[in-house]
């Protein structure tokens, strides 16, 4: 039966004996020490991280952080909607009642008394800020740091809930489009603030 190809690319293996060149594998050891000399000449692909960083994409999707408002309170209301909006399902969180003296802690009357992600299920789609009706929870620039053990991947409100004196920027990687948009008077209660 006759040997077709499309491609033009398939070769026959045959079994025969090896020539006196071939035998000796000179010529195979010269070459593949030249492809390694030729490399030393080439600029490296790869960079002294942590010392040297590359420069992201403007709408690079990194670490989460959850957003305080302009008073300072935290604007998640544990509605569970960034939860069911993850197709990781890498978020998790326990819902708790304020009470009257913690007005000035939780935005709403209801708030996350617990919440995580799990950074090793997350796949940084952004899903999540989507659905978040609060303006609560947002990807920013940072990268998630390299850990030893799996359990210190599952970030708790003391990594994600911004610091209130330190405000988390998450303007660096939102597009002219979507600023415009936060402006709109119907968007009042997602005021981002910084
Ligand atoms: S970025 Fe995507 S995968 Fe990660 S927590 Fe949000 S919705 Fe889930
Ligand atoms: S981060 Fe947003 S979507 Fe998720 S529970 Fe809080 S308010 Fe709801």
């Not at 709408?59 to 197709?87: F, I, M, N, S, W």
């Not at 978020?91 to 009470?99: G, L, P, Q």
């Not at 489009?177 to 008077?185: G, I, L, S, W």
Request: with cysteine; charged share 30%; aromatic share 8%.
């Amino acid at each position: 039966m006759a040997e077709y190809s499309l491609s033009k690319r398939k070769k026959l293996a045959t079994k025969r004996a090896m020539t006196f060149l071939e035998s000796i594998y000179l010529p195979a050891i010269v070459g593949g020490m030249w492809i390694t000399i030729k490399h030393l000449f080439k600029r490296p692909t790869t960079i002294q991280y942590p010392e040297q960083k590359r420069e992201m994409a403007p709408v690079y999707r990194g670490q989460h952080v959850l957003k305080r408002d302009e008073a300072g309170a935290e604007r998640c209301t544990a509605c569970g909607l960034c939860a069911l909006a993850c197709p990781a399902e890498a978020i998790t969180m326990v819902a708790a009642e304020r009470k009257k003296e913690e007005k000035a802690l939780y935005r709403e009357e209801k708030y996350a008394a617990t919440y995580e992600i799990n950074m090793l299920r997350c796949i940084f789609c952004g899903l999540c800020e989507e659905a978040c009706p609060k303006e609560a929870i947002f990807l920013t620039d940072r990268i998630v740091d390299a850990e030893y053990a799996r359990k210190d991947f599952i970030y708790g409100k003391d990594i994600l809930v911004e610091p209130i004196n330190e405000r988390v920027d998450i303007g660096v990687r939102q597009t002219k489009d979507v600023k415009e948009f936060k402006t709109h008077a119907d968007q009042k209660h997602n005021i981002l603030g910084k």
